[in-house]
């Protein structure tokens, strides 16, 4: 009888033992479904906060422009009206000036921002006009002369939009004529023989640069005088053309347009 007892203690603690431990398992079961339930969304918060990352690093990233230095080369164009006169050494005749115009085409490569070196086609007016005594009555005559040239020199800027400049310009007579009174007359060979066709001219310049969209506007104001005398001096002359100095000179009133090239 005890034998019996003690067996069913034993099969009853056996049997509450494995109760206990199914128990503990599916408690641990539990609290592990939990916990991955819990550090599931920090793992998807990782893999989107991962994918985000990615997608950045893939997405394309747009260049930055470079700031755009000086400009370096300007090409430009300009008119020119004003007055032509003629600077005489003797005092046979009275000088006087008369209208000339003139076009021409300029580069500049900028050195600095204010100062360039410049240079240039143009074509000019040259000439005068003057009264000259013969017999008992005074006679008007007017001297144009047609002049490429092509001047060389700086432009510099001391304040900004102001430049001035200055340069050597070669000249070259292209054709010329004069008028008497209301007759014109072409020059000849004989008056080519008497005058020269190239001349040496300094020239000043002062301008001011207005910004107009892409372009720039220069209006300014030009002087230039001839070095050489336009008179060939000929001993062998019996006139006294040879002993007679004139120098042409332009003071003119200018407006241009440049451009400064994108490279």
Excluded at 122 to 145: A, C, L, N, P
Aim: hydrophobic share 40%; proline share 5%.
């Amino acid at each position: 009888m005890k034998k019996i007892i003690i067996s069913a203690i034993l099969m009853t603690c056996i049997t509450m033992g494995y109760s206990a431990a199914a128990q503990d398992d599916e408690l641990g079961a539990d609290v592990g479904t939990d916990e991955e339930m819990v550090d599931a969304p920090e793992g998807e918060a990782e893999g989107d906060s991962g994918g985000h990352t990615a997608v950045e690093a893939e997405a394309p990233i747009a260049p930055v422009a470079e700031p755009t230095g000086p400009v370096t080369h300007i090409v430009g164009a300009h008119l020119m009206l004003g007055g032509a006169g003629i600077i005489e050494d003797s005092d046979s005749e009275e000088i006087r000036a008369r209208f000339a115009g003139g076009f021409g085409f300029y580069y500049n490569y900028q050195l600095k921002n204010n100062l360039a070196l410049a240079a240039g086609l143009d074509f000019i007016g040259r000439g005068g006009r003057y009264d000259v005594d013969v017999q008992d009555s005074t006679q008007e005559t007017k001297i144009y002369w047609r002049r490429m040239e092509l001047p060389f020199g700086v432009v510099y800027e001391p304040i900004p939009n102001l430049r001035v400049g200055g340069a050597l310009v070669l000249s070259f007579t292209l054709g010329g004529k004069y008028k008497i009174d209301d007759e014109d007359y072409s020059f000849k060979t004989e008056d080519w023989d008497k005058t020269r066709r190239f001349n040496i001219n300094p020239r000043l310049y002062a301008g001011y640069t207005i910004p107009v969209g892409p372009i720039t506007l220069v209006p300014g104001l030009m002087w230039e005088m001839d070095l050489i005398n336009v008179y060939k001096e000929d001993d062998d002359d019996d006139t006294d053309d040879g002993d007679i100095a004139l120098r042409a000179m332009n003071l003119m009133v200018t407006i241009g347009a440049q451009y400064g090239l994108p490279f």
